[in-house]
């Protein structure tokens, strides 16, 4: 259960080997006594990721999970910690691709498209029926502010986040009234492996500044976050920006 | 109203607002109840009383909860015990019983609790130093056990079971009514003796050296002082009013029974108004309007024992995130924990709006029953996640010094420290796995727990 004040006792990493999922399974291992379920690909750096974790402080189960394997997600979510309850899941997959092959490259599109929107749609269907059976629980999924305005720079990957977004929020509303909740997270440029390289866009942020927003949304209940918060503001002065004028700005 | 099946789940909360879960709601009869157990479904069944219970203990997340069974009273036999459903609240018990002369021997800090959740809870008040506990006043317990039978439990006949049962948080069966003792008044009224202390070690010394002089004795504190005047606070205490203390419109009517509340906080704020300005402003002025020493005040049953009872739904003043009691209990010698915990809470300057100091007596064999002979302090937070390291270190302090914290109120404790807190603890688990092995009677606090 998640205790009065935050704290979840079991959490499900799904893609939990990315720098934001570790990150916040850090964040929540602070406290003692935290069981999570690791599910990604086998491998290194799955095994790192899990030790990361135990030396934290945290008790690990390894599980493997494909994004792309959609017909094997219900059985799998089903299973997962046998006789527990997941208090919080996190939804911490995704690629972000060369934004020029993405669009041109056909294999490479629909790669994007199933690993940031089929996938996390399949996953949130499983998710939200087991939430719901269990009457609680929080469902994070991690949308980005490329979702918001879908930018011509990276619109394969803006366009799936965009999907994406809506409907972890539709599920949101779809849950009301069931016990369990979802949490939206839009960050806005963040410092991991999947951005190593890239020229930091402005108002960065680090993924540990990602799971402290997170911690703290989830202990007070809030449905739909930026990050950093000032990303807010910044999305919805964009968002209306007339589209003769966005094209010629240089983001 | 008879069961007529659920209407589907509903997301229900503590009365701290803190936790909440979806659970299917059920308004049962006494005779629906094993039907019930018998029907509940992977998930379980917990009874729920007037949700009252700071924390999560008449939650049941994707199970059934049983409402309380309908009220029902007496009638008073002569030898002063009186039958109740386990749904009656204390509220209705007192207005049957004042006219005739009679009240609750433990009542807790409000009215509105039920008879089943004061014997599961086994709430206590500000008579506990010579009254115990809720479970100490009770003559026999009926029960519908997880099996579906039912079972009238007295100490004498089944100790094992009674006293599994009182302080048992409702996981040894669904108590559906109870025979319990109650004390001879003849007033409705309190006379009351008020004393402002201006440091702990005066607030303690005062305690133990006169608590037993008076039936009730409770002493606020102050959490904003610091310093020299650390744990200022003021002391009240008193006895049930005789007839010949009562004069003018008091005296007309002795035994006029307490009423409904009379404000109502209607809807929650969007943001907590129970803010460190708010609390300090209220604590300088509450401490300062106390008199040094006032004797002989008359006051009545919902100003001397139920204040916050005038304001219904108070708890919404805390806004969305809602707020945590904690509660410690540390024998008398382990003061230094009280005082250490008060220390914390000052320097950190958490906002506390009622904080609660009392000298418990000798705690009864409840396995899981919450006093035991100390001092137990009680204070309320607003919910925040920065607390949980504070909290964290209470505990540790708490379990080194032989002490525990209140599962009625509890919504956050650290399952490992629960076995040092309560040394039954095993015997309670052993226990359900033989009255219960398909686990029928679960809650949220089972299952944070592990209980």
């Given amino acids: 259960m998640i205790n009065a004040l935050g704290q979840p006792q079991t959490v499900l990493l799904l893609g939990g080997t990315s720098d934001i999922a570790l990150a916040l399974g850090r964040s929540w291992a602070r406290q003692p006594g935290l069981y999570v379920v690791l599910a990604a690909r086998p491998g290194t750096r799955r095994e790192a990721a899990a030790e990361e974790l135990r030396s934290a402080g945290a008790e690990v189960e390894e599980v493997d999970f494909e994004a792309t394997d959609t017909a094997a997600h219900p059985a799998l979510i089903e299973g997962l910690a046998a006789g527990r309850d997941i208090d919080v899941a996190v939804v911490a997959f995704g690629v972000l691709g060369d934004e020029e092959q993405a669009w041109q490259d056909h294999d490479a599109a629909v790669h994007l498209a199933e690993v940031n929107y089929v996938a996390p749609v399949s996953v949130g269907v499983c998710l939200a029926q087991r939430l719901r059976r269990q009457g609680h629980g929080v469902i994070v999924a991690f949308s980005s502010v490329a979702g918001e305005r879908v930018r011509r720079s990276n619109f394969a990957y803006g366009a799936s986040k965009a999907g994406m977004d809506g409907f972890y929020l539709g599920l949101g509303e779809a849950l009301r009234g069931s016990g369990a909740r979802v949490l939206v997270v839009r960050p806005g440029f963040v410092h991991t492996k999947m951005t190593a390289g890239r020229a930091p866009a402005p108002l960065s942020v680090t993924a540990e500044q990602v799971a402290d927003a997170v911690t703290e949304a989830v202990a007070s209940g809030d449905d739909l976050i930026w990050v950093p918060g000032a990303m807010r503001g910044v999305m919805s002065g964009l968002r209306h920006v007339p589209r003769a004028l966005f094209r010629r700005l240089p983001i | ?451």
């Fill in chain 2, 1 to 451: 109203m008879p069961d007529d099946g659920p209407l589907g789940p509903e997301v229900l909360t503590g009365w701290g607002g803190a936790v909440r879960s979806a659970g299917t709601l059920h308004h049962p009869t006494a005779a629906d109840v094993a039907r019930r157990l018998g029907a509940a479904g992977p998930r379980g069944l917990i009874a729920r009383g007037l949700g009252r219970s700071y924390g999560d203990p008449a939650l049941n997340a994707g199970g059934d909860v049983l409402a309380p069974l309908p009220t029902a009273i007496g009638p008073l036999a002569g030898d002063g015990t009186v039958e109740v459903s386990a749904g009656t609240s204390l509220h209705d018990l007192v207005r049957f019983l004042l006219p005739r002369g009679r009240f609750v021997p433990v009542t807790p800090g409000t009215r509105y609790v039920t008879v089943g959740g004061a014997l599961a809870c086994d709430v206590h008040g500000k008579s506990h130093h010579r009254s115990g506990s809720f479970g100490d006043q009770v003559v026999s317990v009926d029960l519908v056990l997880p099996d579906g039978t039912a079972r009238t439990v007295t100490p004498e006949t089944d100790a094992e079971l009674y006293w599994a049962t009182v302080g048992g948080m409702g996981l040894t069966g669904v108590i559906t009514g109870a025979r319990l003792r109650t004390v001879p008044v003849e007033t409705a009224y309190l006379d009351t003796t008020t004393r402002r202390l201006g440091d702990l070690d005066a607030v303690l010394a005062e305690m133990v050296a006169s608590d037993d002089d008076y039936a009730y004795s409770v002493a606020w504190i102050d959490t904003d002082a610091r310093g020299s005047s650390l744990g200022r606070a003021v002391l009240s205490r008193g006895d049930h009013a005789t007839r010949d203390q009562l004069s003018g419109r008091s005296a007309a009517d002795p035994l006029a029974v307490p009423g409904p509340p009379r404000v109502t906080v209607p809807f929650v704020p969007p943001v907590g108004l129970v803010t460190r300005p708010a609390v300090r402003a209220f604590n300088e002025l509450w401490f300062h309007k106390a008199p040094r020493l006032r004797t002989g005040e008359l006051q009545t049953i919902s100003q001397f024992f139920h204040p916050l009872d005038g304001v219904a739904h108070w708890n919404r003043l805390y806004g969305p995130r809602g707020f945590v009691q904690y509660q410690l209990v540390v024998p008398e010698h382990r003061d230094d924990v009280v005082r250490s915990v008060l220390e914390q809470v000052s320097r950190d300057r958490h906002p506390t709006f009622l904080t609660v100091l009392k000298r418990f007596g000798p705690g009864n064999p409840g396995w899981l029953s919450f006093p035991t002979a100390g001092w137990t302090l009680a204070l309320d937070f607003p919910a925040r996640r920065d607390l949980a390291p504070m909290l964290d270190r209470f505990d540790e302090e708490v379990v080194a010094a032989g002490g525990r914290v209140y599962l009625a109120k509890d919504a956050r404790l650290r399952p490992e420290l629960l076995p040092a807190m309560y040394p039954r603890l095993a015997d309670f688990r052993e226990l359900r796995d033989r009255l219960d092995p398909e686990r029928r009677l679960q809650s949220d606090l089972a299952r944070r727990l592990s209980l």
